[in-house]
């Protein structure tokens, strides 16, 4: 069944760098679009990075120049490198299609960031 598996969150002072991982069951990362997300307690879910079927990238702009998003096709693994964060990066990450509803969330995974 389609399960997309986050890991790599933390606690990083500002500044400091985590790489997240994405493992994906069922969806062939290299043919789809798969995107990071972000929330918040209190707050709307956001998309803040995206890998396209043809390995073009898109990111938020409140990210852009410090977030990477990529993918390991023989793995089948998408990844988030995050440097320079603040904190209000602080929130849970997931990994899901880019247009995936209330389909095939995970647990997500934790990314605090302190001053």
């Known amino acids: 069944q389609v399960q997309f598996v986050e890991s790599g969150g933390g606690l990083v002072q500002a500044g400091g760098s985590l790489r997240l991982s994405c493992e994906v069951s069922?969806?062939?990362?290299?043919?789809?679009?798969i995107g990071w997300f972000r929330q918040a307690p209190g707050n709307q879910r956001e998309l803040v990075a995206l890998i396209t079927a043809s390995g073009g990238t898109n990111y938020a702009n409140s990210v852009k120049g410090r977030f990477t998003i990529s993918r390991d096709n023989a793995k089948n693994t998408v990844y988030l490198q995050m440097n320079n964060l603040k904190p209000e990066d602080t929130a849970t990450y997931y990994c899901n299609l880019e247009i995936s509803g209330d389909r095939n969330w995970g647990q997500g995974t934790q990314v605090t960031v302190s001053t």
């Open positions: 069922d969806v062939t990362v290299s043919i789809n679009r």
